[in-house]
Nanobody, 118 residues
C-alpha cells in the first residue's frame, strides 16, 4: 500500500522555522522525484520545491527561494522541507508529491497544515 505521510506542521510565529517531513512507503522511493506543494485557503495548489530522485538537483518557487531547503534521505525513504524566516503568506496546507522518473506514476500525501501567525 502506497503511503506518503507528512508531519512537522503547526503554528509558528513570523520569522520562525519549521521542518516538514514526508515518510514514503509502498513504492521504490529512490525511483521517484519528490516535491512539496502547498495550498492556501481560496488559492490553487502551487509548487514550493522539488528534488530529483538522486537528490542531485533541486528547484524552488521564487516566493521561497533563500528561505526553504528541500532534501531527501533515500535510505530512510523520507523527504524534508526546511522552512526558515516564515511569513504569514506561507500559511497553507503542505503536500508531499512523488512522481516516477520514467512512467510519471504519481502519488500525493494527505497534507500537513502550517500556520504562520503571531
Amino acid at each position: 500500500q502506497v503511503q506518503l505521510v507528512e508531519s512537522g506542521g503547526g503554528l509558528v510565529q513570523p520569522g520562525g522555522s519549521l521542518r516538514l517531513s514526508c515518510a514514503a512507503s509502498g513504492f521504490t522511493f529512490s525511483a521517484y522525484h519528490m516535491s512539496w506543494y502547498r495550498q492556501a485557503p481560496g488559492k490553487e495548489r502551487e509548487l514550493v520545491a522539488g528534488i530529483t530522485s538522486t537528490g542531485g538537483s533541486t528547484n524552488y518557487a521564487d516566493s521561497v527561494k533563500g528561505r526553504v531547503t528541500i532534501s531527501r534521505d533515500n535510505a530512510k525513504n523520507t523527504v524534508y522541507l526546511q522552512m526558515n524566516s516564515l511569513k504569514p503568506e506561507d500559511t497553507a496546507d503542505y503536500y508531499c508529491y512523488a512522481r516516477h522518473v520514467f512512467s510519471r506514476r504519481d502519488y500525493w500525501g494527505q497534507g500537513t497544515q502550517v500556520t504562520v501567525s503571531s
